[in-house]
Structures are given as C-alpha cells and as structure tokens.
C-alpha cells in the first residue's frame, strides 16, 4: 500500500505539471490564420514586431533576439552566414533574408518553446510584395506552404506542438527575398522548474516514508 501510495502522488504531480504547461493534445497542429492559432495559444504568449530592432537596409550579422512571455521564451531570428536586414513598415519592422539564397530560421533558445507563428512574404530587392509562395519548416516535422501575394494580408505559418520546438525556417527562394514579422512564441514551464519540482516531490516522498517507518 506505501509503494502504490507514492506511486498516485508522483503520477499526480506529474499531471500537474503537463496540466500546468498547457499541453493538451498528443498532436502537433498547423495553422494559416493568426486569429486561429492566437486563440489556441494559452495566456502570457509572447509577440515581437520587431518595432525595437533598428531598422536598416544593412544586414544585423549577429541576428535579432526575441525574449518574453510567461513563462519566458527566448529565440533568436538570423540568416546564416550573411544575416538579417530589418525593413520598416507601417506599424511593425519586417526582418528579411540579406541574401535571397539563405534560409531565414527563428532558433528557440530557452528550450521550452511548444507554440510559433508569424506572418510571411516574399519581397523584391526593394521590399516590394511579390507573388509567390514560402515552405516553412518546423523541427517537429510539420512544414506549411505559406502564399504570399502583392496586397492584401499577409500569409501567415504557425504551429502548437506535443513536445518542445528547436526551429522554424523559412526556406530560401532565390531571386526574392523573405519577410517575417509579428512572430508569437508560447512556452511551458522550463525543464529546470519541472526538474526541481520532480526534486521536491522526492523530497516530500522521502520524508513521508520516514514519517510512516514502523518503530522498532
């Protein structure tokens, strides 16, 4: 009875913490509409227009980071090896490919991304919209083919995850140039909270065995 007895504690703290990361399917799910996956997102996601990034039609080699939300997510926005031109627009600065053959590629940095989307188009060398269409990547095997037109709204690629996400790429096309704006991140509780909550469940475990021991 103690062995089943720890057994139920430790199962319930763990459906806890799966609770408590807002994880409720075993399934990644795709998204084309912002309103969609925003309302499928749990409160405290994180959204960048990247209004505070220097707008300049030189490339920011270092890349762009993003960090916010609750819990907090970290990323960081590049095309590699050239880097990233950040291009304003009303409202909002679009990063874009420096090098139309270059991948543009968002890098989860804080491990605990499960939620990511942002808005897409294709651009001439001088930032006007182009016809067309981008694939993007998702390191969870989900790839969306986003349309992008000369007017109108802007395509849009996201995904909800059953397990962390490392990346999302916008793969290259060559002769025109990527463009990536309003990106919204939403993470779980980071794996060094859940660890140390698994620690103190040890803990509590342990001390309640000792509690329970039979005098001798």
Same mark, same amino acid.
């Given at each position: 009875m103690l062995r089943s007895a720890i057994v139920r504690v430790c199962v319930g703290f763990l459906a806890t913490v799966w609770a408590l990361s807002g994880i409720t399917s075993a399934q990644s799910t795709t998204f084309t509409d912002r309103a969609a996956f925003e309302a499928s997102l749990p409160a405290g996601f994180y959204t960048n227009n990247f209004d505070g990034t220097t707008p300049a039609f030189t490339p920011?080699? !270092?890349?762009?980071?993003?960090?916010?939300?609750?819990?907090?997510?970290?990323?960081t926005a590049? !095309?590699?090896?050239?880097?990233?031109?950040?291009?304003?627009d009303t409202g909002f600065t679009a990063l874009g490919n420096w090098v139309s053959t270059e991948d543009l590629v968002v890098t989860m940095t804080s491990g605990n991304v499960v939620s990511a989307g942002a808005e897409i188009w294709l651009s001439d060398i001088n930032g006007n919209r182009l016809d067309g269409s981008?694939?993007?990547?998702?390191?969870?095997?989900?790839?969306?083919?986003?349309?992008?037109?000369?007017?109108?709204?802007?395509?849009?690629?996201?995904?909800?995850?059953?397990?962390?996400?490392?990346?999302?790429?916008?793969? !290259?096309?060559?002769?025109?140039?990527?463009?990536i704006t309003n990106l919204s991140v939403a993470a779980v509780p980071e794996p060094s909270a859940i660890a140390l909550g698994l620690t103190a469940a040890g803990i509590l475990g342990g001390t309640w065995i000792r509690r329970r021991r039979p005098r001798v």
């Open positions: 920011i080699t !270092a890349g762009v980071n993003g960090s916010g939300g609750t819990p907090t997510a970290t990323y590049n !095309a590699l090896p050239t880097g990233v031109a950040a291009i304003p981008v694939i993007v990547d998702f390191s969870d095997g989900s790839q969306i083919t986003v349309p992008t037109a000369t007017s109108g709204a802007f395509g849009f690629a996201g995904v909800t995850a059953d397990a962390p996400l490392s990346t999302m790429t916008l793969n !290259a096309v060559p002769g025109q140039f990527l463009n």
